[in-house]
T-cell receptor, first 113, second 117 residues
């Protein structure tokens, strides 16, 4: 099976702009989680989607949002970008329904200038 | 709230030797899952091993094994016969199953392991 894919791999945006990141899970996986990784804060959970529904959300401002499509692909959006949003954004997929192992994509490196 | 602590920011080991990475966690729950993930310089996070809290037997995956001490809330990773490809940052992670915690891994700060030739 193909692994988790994320696009784009690298992104440079300007403060105030918005950005959309995409994640395609492993075939058959219905749960997608998003994480932000920074040197200072480490890995922090953003949100999780299952069957197009957000089931869980981390402690991030409302500028961070996401959605999941019927084919389990997920997108996350960050509006009004701030310099502090520069990070590696990781998406992970999981079969769901009693399985808890998460498999990660390569990440999207977002730089905000 | 659950927390995960990795007290060793950096470690090094000679190729072919054994190294143990430490992890402690804090929870009042009885049912949970623990994981070790590896993140090499390429940044792709790779699942190394997992442990269910209700299982007393320590998990093993080839050269990787864990020492799970539930009462002490300790979950260390032992890497035997270290290889150059083991050089990476290793993260310990905790997950509590349940509707309010779905899909949420809580990570430690990571341990950078360098395997020297």
């Amino acid at each position: 099976k193909a692994g988790v894919t994320q696009t784009p791999r690298y992104l440079i945006k300007t403060r105030g702009q918005q950005v959309t990141l995409s994640c395609s899970p492993i075939s058959g996986h219905r749960s997608v989680s998003w994480y932000q990784q920074t040197p200072g804060q480490g890995l922090q959970f953003l949100f999780e989607y299952f069957s197009e529904t957000q089931r869980n959300k981390g402690n991030f401002p409302g500028r961070f949002s996401g959605r999941q499509f019927s084919n389990s692909r997920s997108e996350m959006n960050v509006s009004t970008l701030e310099l502090g949003d520069s990070a590696l954004y990781l998406c992970a997929s999981c079969p769901g329904q009693g399985s808890y192992e998460q498999y990660f994509g390569p990440g999207t490196r977002l730089t905000v200038t | 709230a659950q927390t995960v602590t990795q007290s060793q920011p950096e470690m090094s080991v000679q190729e072919a030797e054994t190294v143990t990475l430490s992890c402690t966690y804090d929870t009042s729950e009885n049912n949970y899952y623990l994981f070790w993930y590896k993140q090499p310089p390429s940044r792709q996070m790779i699942l190394v091993i997992r442990q269910e809290a209700y299982k007393q037997q320590n998990a093993t995956e080839n050269r990787f094994s864990v020492n799970f001490q539930k009462a002490a809330k300790s979950f260390s990773l032992k890497i035997s016969d270290s290889q150059l490809g083991d050089t990476a940052m290793y993260f310990c992670a905790f997950m509590k199953p349940g509707s309010s915690n779905t899909g949420k891994l809580i990570f430690g700060q990571g341990t950078t392991l360098q395997v020297k030739p």
